[in-house]
């Protein structure tokens, strides 16, 4: 069988089908594209309500005389330590951050 006569291998994959779009990847990348910028804005505005959150965690431990800050632990998350006086207290979520200052408030008054 000469080259001329067998067609199949440069027919299939050189190419292409005549039902085949040739929008098809530059659509996919679109619809990839769209998915991402949604994402991007979904982890932004979570971050912001994230970075709001915290700001507002250390303005309370400041007025209660308390310095916040955020550590990082082995597993990739966050803990928190909250210092007065070279005292320090870990805390391991933010949950643990309010109760703690809202008990310092509560001592406070």
């Known amino acids: 069988m ?35 910028a949604v994402d991007q804005a979904t982890i932004r505005a979570k ?20 310095e916040l800050l955020v550590i990082a632990a082995d597993d990739n998350t966050s803990a928190f330590m909250i210092q007065k006086f070279g005292l320090v207290r870990e805390l391991r979520d933010v949950a643990a951050v309010e109760a703690f200052l809202d008990r310092a408030a509560g001592a406070m008054r």
């Open 2 to 36: 000469s080259a001329r006569q067998d067609e199949a291998p440069a027919g299939a994959a050189a190419r292409g089908f005549k039902e085949q779009a040739t929008t098809d990847t530059a659509t996919v990348a679109q619809r990839g594209l769209d998915h991402l």
């Open 47 to 66: 971050l912001e309500a994230r970075d709001e959150r915290m700001v507002g965690l250390r303005a309370r431990a400041a007025l209660a005389g308390f």
